[in-house]
């Protein structure tokens, strides 16, 4: 179910939609399953958020069970959960974190002002018309994976 103060994105549609008409602002998009802990601590971190950050960035949830979303999980190549992809008028943004994939966040945020701190820094990237930004976190504060990349 996720969080009940931000939207659930169940059909591609709805998440088209949703990247195409965000204009001017960051949109936010959390991969991922309601009964997973991971998502749930991040859910928690993004509605504490979202009223700060709603001047400049929308966020919505997606749920990775749904058979129409699958499209997405595999573009975006969505193997851990949670994964959170950030858009700027319908561009896909992404930020170098000093990881091997700079397409996605993958993990939770260690708390809300981390949080808040990455998307001002995508917004004001994009602002000044940048595809990828530096991350503004320390490193100690950026989750760490081992990725394997599928037919690489």
Known sequence: ????????LRQKREV???IRDT???VFVLRFGRAEDA???HLDDILAKSSWDISKFASVALVDMDSEEIQVYIDYFDITLVP???FFF?????KMDSGTPDHTKWIGSFSSKQDFIDVVEAIFRGAMKGKLIV???LPPER??????LFKDV
Request: proline share 9%; aromatic share 2%; net charge neutral.
């Open 1 to 8: 179910m996720g969080s009940a103060l931000l939207p659930t």
């Open 16 to 18: 088209d939609a949703a």
């Open 23 to 25: 204009l001017d602002k």
């Open 38 to 40: 991971a998502c749930l």
């Open 83 to 85: 994964a959170t992809i």
């Open 89 to 93: 008028n319908a561009h896909h943004m």
């Open 134 to 136: 530096s991350c503004p």
């Open 142 to 147: 950026i989750p760490r994976f081992q990725l």
